[in-house]
T-cell receptor
Framework: DAKTTQPNSMESNEEEPVHLPCNHSTISGTDYIHWYRQLPSQGPEYVIHGLTSNVNNRMASLAIAEDRKSSTLILHRATLRDAAVYYCILRENYGGSQGNLIFGKGTKLSVKP | DSGVTQTPKHLITATGQRVTLRCSPRSGDLSVYWYQQSLDQGLQFLIHYYNGEERAKGNILERFSAQQFPDLHSELNLSSLELGDSALYFC??????????????FGPGTRLTVL
């Protein structure tokens, strides 16, 4: 699986938008971009995924660069509950990888009241 | 609540011992994945089963083994335990086996402490 690069940590204020960047310059045409987060003392939780177009769901938005070499997870209004480690993961859309996730170190997001 | 259950929540044992961790996937999910999370290695993929068959292996030690039963629950067996095996072990499930992108749902984990 291709590698991703994320900042080690970021800080945000409550109720403000948060933009979490991810670089994946070696992404292949078949790689989907996945985001998971892990709240303290919990298992990872799926956030969003996309291939080429920007994606929105109830949790977040995913903005994907035109060349797909970077992406940004957007939390529109951070809450204290959003404090977590956010992982950007590339995953092949073929059975060859069998679907397992390769986690990096992620970005630890702190949210200040 | 993800719908994935793991037992036990905590396990304390001694070096050299053998333990079994159990995972019940979400209803209808055929794929089960095991991950290990330690302070120094982070989250690492161990093994993936789909409908009873092993599909992929990651950084799983030879002392570790897993299986998925006909009712789709899975067990991870860890033997000849070492201090370095102390970690959180997560199970995740998803509907399919990779050809179509599927969200993975993680359980709450089993915390293993080897003394």
């Amino acid at each position: 699986d291709a590698k991703t690069t994320q900042p080690n940590s970021m800080e945000s204020n409550e109720e403000e938008p948060v933009h979490l960047p991810c670089n994946h310059s070696t992404i292949s045409g078949t790689d989907y971009i996945h985001w998971y987060r892990q709240l303290p003392s919990q298992g990872p939780e799926y956030v969003i995924h996309g291939l080429t177009s920007n994606v929105n769901n109830r949790m977040a938005s995913l903005a994907i660069a035109e060349d797909r070499k970077s992406s940004t997870l957007i939390l529109h209004r951070a809450t204290l509950r959003d404090a977590a480690v956010y992982y950007c993961i590339l995953r092949e859309n073929y059975g060859g990888s069998q679907g397992n996730l390769i986690f990096g170190k992620g970005t630890k997001l702190s949210v200040k009241p | 609540d993800s719908g994935v259950t793991q037992t036990p929540k905590h396990l304390i044992t001694a070096t050299g011992q053998r333990v079994t961790l159990r995972c019940s996937p979400r209803s209808g999910d055929l794929s089960v994945y095991w991950y290990q999370q330690s302070l120094d290695q982070g989250l690492q993929f161990l093994i993936h089963y789909y409908n009873g068959e092993e599909r992929a292996k990651g950084n799983i030690l030879e002392r570790f083994s897993a299986q998925q039963f006909p009712d789709l629950h899975s067990e991870l067996n860890l033997s000849s335990l070492e201090l370095g095996d102390s970690a959180l072990y997560f199970c995740a499930s998803s509907v399919g086996a990779g050809q179509v992108v599927h969200e993975q749902f993680f359980g709450p984990g089993t915390r293993l402490t080897v003394l």
